[in-house]
């Protein structure tokens, strides 16, 4: 094989984690060689945040990654998030000059498009001189060990073959398909025989059986700010954040967030007033007040849904001073407590992010590589380290890729 052919290490995959692993690889000196299928660069930071990628998130503690990650142990990127932090990302951006604000909740957005992140990142990998192939598809990928314990991993391409000691997997999840996304890093996680967590659609809407939404289908396009809840006891989870109605479920933030803990099967509770007393308010109404209880119930929630919520229920088609006080506390558990099953989500078109992957007991968590298989890394989406919605998952990716570049 030529040296035109020979790289120290073959990265695969030139999303978020690729493209900063191969551009610090490559500032140490190292010969890198980035491959990805695509056509486009970088296509999901393209769309992120809105187009203007919320690229960090300020609230991460490093030394509680539980509080911001989800997976079968969130403590995994405890040390990877330790050494390279948001503010060291923020610092970055800001030496390319790239301008930002924060929205909420310590959440990191350019005020400018997107594309000044890949541009960034572009810049990096060419300091560094990274070699790209683009679009480049890979057919195999073998492993092979010289007696002396040289290692090489031969990766046959649509561009020809090529080999490298080092094999860095930064293919991402399955979410939108549409932008290239694909299985690549399953599959070779199982060729080298490593366990992968299976993989669900996360930070993605959820969906309810068509009968019994079509009393809600109407609320279509409402958004409020609610609290949500999902499991039980030590399981449990909850966001007070936005919540919107679409038409086949539900959405927003809160949603989005929630759908990450959310097991098949099991209720969501919301709370469509918090911080209100909806019981002692209406109690309190019913006292001074003639007006229909949708009214008065409006003056609490969004007017549709109060409309929603009393329609269909002749106990409160009726002045609120006249309402029974078992009607007015039913009515009051159903905004603070809406308990509704879903059906399942709006799967991998429209989930943000993929649960599960490969499973981090197979993985070091100060280099990312494979502790049966040497040379091999995972990092990034790949991996079963699922952030929250607000910037976690690329501080993940720019984490996971900067401790695997530092240990090649
Ligand atoms: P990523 O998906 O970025 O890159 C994988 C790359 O591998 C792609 O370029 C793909 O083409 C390539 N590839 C796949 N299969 C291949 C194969 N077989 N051969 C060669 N190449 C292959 N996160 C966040 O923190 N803030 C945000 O604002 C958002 N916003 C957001 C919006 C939307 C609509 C989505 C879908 C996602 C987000 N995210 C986000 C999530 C974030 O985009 C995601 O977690 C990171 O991009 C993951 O980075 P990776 O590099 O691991 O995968």
């Known amino acids: 094989m030529s040296d035109a052919t020979q790289f120290d290490v073959v990265v695969i995959g030139a999303g978020a984690a690729g493209l900063f692993c191969a551009a610090q690889a490559g500032q140490r000196g190292l010969k890198?060689?980035?491959?990805?299928?695509?056509?486009?660069?970088?296509?999901?930071?393209?769309?992120?945040?809105?187009?203007?990628?919320?690229?960090t998130n300020r609230d991460l503690d490093p030394r509680a990654p539980q509080k911001h990650f989800v997976g079968e142990n969130p403590n995994f990127c405890r040390s990877a998030l330790s050494r390279y932090t948001a503010q060291q990302f923020i610092a970055l951006v800001d030496r390319h000059g790239i301008a930002h604000h924060e929205k909420h909740k310590g959440q990191l957005f350019c005020d400018g498009p997107s594309q000044q992140i890949i541009n960034m990142l572009l810049a990096e990998c060419a300091d560094g001189g990274v070699i790209h192939w683009q679009p480049c598809s890979v057919k195999s990928v073998a492993y092979s060990a010289a007696d002396g314990g040289a290692r090489r991993y031969q990766v046959d391409t649509s561009r020809g073959p090529v080999a490298a000691p080092n094999l860095v997997i930064a293919t991402g999840g399955l979410s939108i398909p549409q932008l290239g996304a694909s299985d690549f890093g399953y599959r070779i996680a199982r060729q080298f025989d490593l366990e992968v967590i299976p993989p669900r659609p996360a930070l993605v809407p959820l969906t309810f059986a068509g009968e019994g939404w079509a009393p809600y289908a109407g609320l279509a396009g409402l958004a409020l700010p609610v609290q949500i809840e999902t499991g039980a006891k030590k399981e449990r989870m909850a966001f007070l954040e936005d919540l919107l109605f679409t038409h086949r479920g539900l959405s927003g933030p809160a949603v989005l967030q929630i759908s990450s803990y959310w097991k098949e099967g099991t209720p969501l509770t919301i709370d469509f007033a918090p911080g209100t007393d909806v019981a002692a308010a209406l109690g309190e109404a019913k006292a001074r007040s003639r007006k229909r209880i949708g009214n008065e119930l409006a003056t609490l929630v969004p007017s549709r849904l109060a409309d929603a919520w009393v329609d269909g229920e002749p106990a409160l088609q009726r002045p609120i001073n006249e309402a029974a006080d078992r009607a007015l506390q039913a009515l009051a558990e159903r905004i603070?407590?809406?308990?509704?099953?879903?059906?399942?989500?709006?799967?991998?078109?429209?989930?943000?992010?993929?649960?599960?992957?490969?499973?981090?007991?197979?993985?070091?968590?100060?280099?990312?590589?494979?502790?049966?298989?040497?040379?091999?890394?995972?990092i990034g989406e790949v991996v079963d380290v699922t952030g929250w919605l607000g910037g976690y998952n690329f501080q993940w990716a720019w984490a996971s890729a900067f401790a695997c570049a530092a240990a090649l």
């Open 32 to 55: 890198v060689l980035l491959i990805d299928h695509s056509e486009r660069i970088a296509e999901k930071i393209r769309i992120s945040g809105g187009g203007r990628c919320n690229f």
């Open 336 to 378: 603070e407590r809406w308990q509704i099953t879903p059906a399942g989500t709006e799967g991998y078109k429209k989930a943000e992010v993929t649960a599960g992957g490969v499973d981090t007991r197979e993985l070091s968590s100060q280099t990312m590589e494979s502790r049966k298989q040497p040379g091999l890394h995972f």
